[in-house]
């Protein structure tokens, strides 16, 4: 007689056997007894856990909120669950490096009984309708990441658990991230940072003396090797989980500048007013009219640039041709990515310098509209290269394409008041939503990270509100996007850091009447206008 065929949550458990011997079909018999009978019903099948492994200083918070914010943005519903945060929350007195040393027993037991809580939180907001969650600890050794996945699977045989370690040897790295800790972690309030570097130091010789890297070819993991210089990735399955493999294989921090810009002005296109808020978050006309977004979408879709448009093309080819030239100066780190893709070693004393007939380190990538390759035009004999994407092309309003927002209002008030119920979600008749373009963004979200060199986008106001919003991060609501400002000539710079990302924006308006009027070159340079850091809140590792 043969065998009947494995079902899907057999097949989980025997599966998570190989996690660790204590854990064993026998235990789940009731789970499995129940999924037999009653099915999944798709309550916890697709959801994901991600499980950072690691010693403190390796970046593992900074790749839990990334991942987080990314899959936030995509519109999952995804947290990150740190247990170094819930452990300051409940400790009743300072807990310096003796209390993450292997050998006091006390201290140890607190650990894991603190870690089992914050885990068992995340379960239970999975259980209450979450997608993917991260679970930010260190667990070093195979007998807590055993207890993780058992726990785990106990909730649900068929929850994805995926664990994500993060490795680094490089000294330069390690000093630059010990500092950070050291500096910006509340654990070191008020303490001197040479006292709090030396008990970091000791912190992590004693998680040294206990670690036990991923080295089974039966654990589901993504190991990181010096953030996304070498990843290994073994039986990684589902659709999430090698979203977000691919997405870890394109994050670094090497510190180079991504440029957001609207297309030059176009005739019959909305007056340009140097007013006062060209640097807030929100958009002014929201803010006078805040029933309704702001749409200016009357303009016929082959639009070219006016004297005005091509006058701000202009001047942004010369502020990214010096933008660029003082970046190549100033910083090796896209020299030594260079020498490792064309696989030559140590000639850093050959490093080109630039010149009128170089080519500047930029990549661009604009709409398919014409107005977009215009403003682009005067980059095409500068940049490395020019790309074409529809994704970038405007939030398609489909039938209403053509109508002012009081238009909209007045023949269709009732669409509106569906818009206003999910903006984010929300699909314009014959159009499409914004969680429809963030679909189609994901490819260039995914280029701009693993992007070496500084890179442009030129593209329009309501594609870039939902790009802006991806590095804008945790701090504004997908359904806050349409909200979010962003004024033609003025050129929004982001570069990324460890908070995040750190923006500048460079307003152009009062520069490009300036050389409409003298019809000269000048020494005038764009407005800078507020710095700030987008997105990030700080996290700090157990």
């Known amino acids: 007689m043969s065998a009947e065929p494995e079902n899907e949550v057999s097949k989980s458990l025997r599966d998570s056997q190989t996690i660790s011997p204590t854990i064993t079909v026998d235990e789940f018999e009731d789970k499995i007894q129940e999924f037999n009978q009653k099915g999944d019903e798709g309550h916890w099948r697709g959801k994901i856990v991600l499980v950072l492994v690691g010693l403190p200083a390796r970046g593992k918070s900074y790749i839990a ?88 699977k106990r909730r649900s045989p068929l929850l994805n658990v995926v664990f994500v370690e993060s490795v680094c040897d490089n000294p330069k790295v390690l000093e630059a991230n010990y500092k950070e800790k050291a500096t910006h972690s509340p654990d070191y309030k008020d303490m001197p940072l040479e006292e709090a570097l030396k008990d970091l130091i000791k912190r992590v010789k004693n998680y040294e003396k206990v670690y036990e890297p991923i080295n089974d070819d039966f654990t589901s993991y993504i190991k990181l090797i010096d953030l996304s210089a070498k990843v290994i990735c073994n039986k990684v399955y589902g659709a999430m989980a090698h979203s977000i ?18 297309c030059g002005h176009v005739k019959g296109g909305d007056e340009i ?37 091509q006058t701000f093309a202009v001047l942004l080819k010369e502020f990214l041709t010096q933008k660029c030239q003082t970046y190549w100066k100033e910083h090796n780190e896209l020299w030594d990515y260079i020498q490792n893709y064309l696989q030559i070693k140590d000639i850093d004393e050959h490093k080109p310098q630039m010149n009128q007939t170089t080519r500047l380190p930029l990549v661009v990538y604009t709409s398919t509209l014409a107005r977009a390759q215009e403003t682009a035009k005067p980059l095409l004999q500068y940049a490395q290269f020019v790309e074409q994407h529809s994704s970038l092309n405007m939030l398609d309003m489909g039938d209403l394409h053509g109508m002012t927002t009081d238009q ?23 159009g499409e939503s914004q969680q429809d373009k963030t679909r189609t963004l994901i490819p260039l979200v995914m280029e701009l990270e693993r992007q070496r060199f500084p890179a442009v986008v030129l593209s329009h106001a309501s594609t870039l509100q939902i790009l802006y919003g991806y590095f804008m991060g945790m701090s504004v609501p997908q359904s806050q996007y349409y909200a979010l400002n962003v004024p033609q000539e003025v050129v929004i710079e982001l570069t990324p850091s460890q908070y995040g990302w750190i923006e500048k924006r460079y307003d152009f308006s009062s520069q490009v009447v300036e050389r409409l009027r003298t019809r000269e070159r000048s020494s005038s340079q764009p407005q800078t206008l507020a710095e700030r850091t987008l997105g990030i809140q700080h996290y700090t590792e157990e």
């Not at 943005?73 to 247990?83: I, M, P, S, T």
């Not at 493999?245 to 090497?254: C, D, G």
């Not at 909209?408 to 014959?430: C, M, Q, T």
């Open 65 to 152: 909120y990334k991942t987080v914010t990314y899959l936030r943005w995509r519109g999952f519903k995804a947290d990150l669950f740190n247990v170094g945060k819930f452990r300051r929350q409940k400790a009743t007195s300072p807990q310096d490096q003796q209390f993450f040393d292997s050998s006091n027993a006390s201290a140890k037991a607190q650990r894991e009984e603190l870690a089992e809580a914050v885990l068992e939180q995340l379960l239970d907001w999975l259980e209450e309708g979450g997608d993917a969650a991260v679970f930010d600890a260190t667990n070093t050794t195979n007998e807590r990441r055993a207890k993780v996945m058992k726990i785990c």
């Open 245 to 262: 493999a691919s997405f870890l294989m394109s994050i670094h921090i090497q510190p180079r500048p991504i440029y957001l810009a609207r």
């Open 273 to 309: 007013n140097a007013y006062t808020k060209r640097d807030s978050l929100t958009n002014s006309q929201l803010t006078r009219n805040s029933d309704g977004p702001h749409i200016p979408y009357t303009l016929p879709l082959d639009s070219r640039l006016d004297s005005r448009g």
């Open 408 to 430: 909209i209002r007045d023949r269709h008030p009732n669409i509106l008041k569906e818009w206003a119920k999910d903006r984010y979600s929300f699909r314009w008749p014959g």
